[in-house]
């Protein structure tokens, strides 16, 4: 079983829709940063605070103190005390820092558990607002477990959990059998067959405008109406950089698991690299990362095979035609050229080979 998050856009919200969004928003941010204070509280007294605590203590005094968090659903505000609850769970374990308070304006979300709304084609029922158009149906079959609404620049989606059963994939006829991937800076991948594929790069693109934004927003007075709009815009840009980044990564990802039925790649030491700057901007305009996490879930779901060479295997230093390994090769070396058999070859399918090569290796 997987578990997978569709993210949709909420088509053009009323202003009662928005303005509800917004309101469950800050309930649930207000719900959290008062859990956060009565934890502390509970502590200061010598109590042993829980989740559930705090949430009975809230539940108390809400109907008098707080009578609007009724304006929205509960799970606005139940679900703070269950993230609160979460957040403390990994700052025990020492996984993350001690919960600090959520500010307005960074992840603004809220939850909604599957009870509590009903989905159908283009809508979301969401309880005590109604139905609200979405901009496309739910692409995956499954149950589905929860929604969060959240806001992106000026945009609401809604992002829903679906677990699925994956069944294998009905492998098409022209399949070629295995393909290795090497991951690269001068292209997004290249594939064992002797295709590349070209990364889309939108930052260099769109860093020209990004840049005489900031230099705009730097100018602005902090807090300023020109501040506030030029914020906006620096998050729409951000916004369709990554939306471009996606799409490219997504057909990528989904070619490769349609025509090959084992697919090797190399276990790039990416935090490794990102500490040389020079290749980090390259590398992290790629998508690297993102690359790999949707790779790893198609092919749970399509059932393809994917075979990870380590990082240490000499992948670019060997050649893929007689074996011979260099001592040395520099990233500025385009083009392998063996000093045993003389074979000339693109430095990137050389790899592409040799990791295909190894990656069966691993498997049989
Ligand atoms: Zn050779």
Redesign the pocket.
Known sequence: MIVLSHKIQIKNPTIKQDQYFRQACGISRFAYNWGLAEWQRQYDAGLKPTALAVKKAFNAIKPIEFPWVFNVTKCAAEQAFIDLGSAFKRFFKHLSKYPRFKKKGIHDSFYLSNDQFKIEANKIRIPKLGWVSVTESLRFEGKVLSATVSRIANRWFVSLNIQMNFAPHKISENQADAVGVDLGVKNLATLSNGSTIEGSKPLKKLSHKLARIQRHLAKCTKGSKRYNRQKIKLAQLHYRIRCIRQDSLHKLTHHICQDFKIICIEDLNVKGMMKNHKLAKAISDMGFYEFKRQLEYKATLFGNWISTVSKWFPSSKT??????KKDELKLSERIYL??????EIDRDLNAAINIEREGICLLS
């Open positions: 050649c893929s035609n007689c074996g011979n063996c000093d045993k058999c003389s074979f």
